[in-house]
């Protein structure tokens, strides 16, 4: 396939612009920055599944850990309470469920389906600014998120 080269294009990475996505958290972990400060990265890839631009590129998203004079009572080692519960609505958990530890948790939220808002700061990184239960609950391509606590067919 023929293609010319384009300067102007040229980047180290591509940002999604400003929409609406259809997602699926493909990994959530602990990282660090350069200067060492912790945050859990939280991957997310745009649904090729759904029709929708921007198909298959990946969002990063920082839940970052409260400074101290900010910290509250109920963060969630160090990461604001709402952060987590917002995703954890938006991945469609159960109300009410326990979940022992934060490393439970990414994988229990590992290969959900959540609607993302972005929208690009100053420096044309996007942002999500708003994360939601997808309108798309299924994930086509044979993956079909399944409750861990029932039997599957094979299991009955």
């Known amino acids: ?5 384009d300067h102007s294009k040229a980047s180290n990475r ?3 612009q400003d929409g609406e996505y259809e997602t699926t958290i493909i990994s959530a972990a602990w990282n660090k920055t350069m200067k060492n400060t912790e945050y859990i990265q939280v991957k997310l890839q745009v649904r090729a599944d759904v029709q929708q631009a921007e198909q298959g590129e990946l969002i990063d998203f920082p839940l970052w850990k409260s400074r101290p004079e900010n910290s509250k009572q109920s963060d969630i080692d160090g990461v604001p309470a709402w952060r ?6 938006a991945a469609q958990l159960p109300d009410g469920e326990t979940i022992s530890t934060l490393d439970d948790w990414f994988r229990i939220i590992n290969g959900k389906p959540v609607r ?4 690009q700061d100053d420096q044309g990184r996007s942002r999500v600014i708003r994360v939601e239960e997808s309108n798309v609950p299924v994930v086509a391509n044979g993956f079909v998120p ?4 029932e039997p599957l067919p094979w299991e009955k």
């Open 1 to 5: 396939m023929a293609f010319m080269v």
């Open 14 to 16: 591509h940002d999604v």
């Open 84 to 89: 987590i519960q917002q995703i954890s609505k």
């Open 116 to 119: 993302v808002t972005t929208r």
């Open 146 to 149: 399944v409750d861990t606590d």
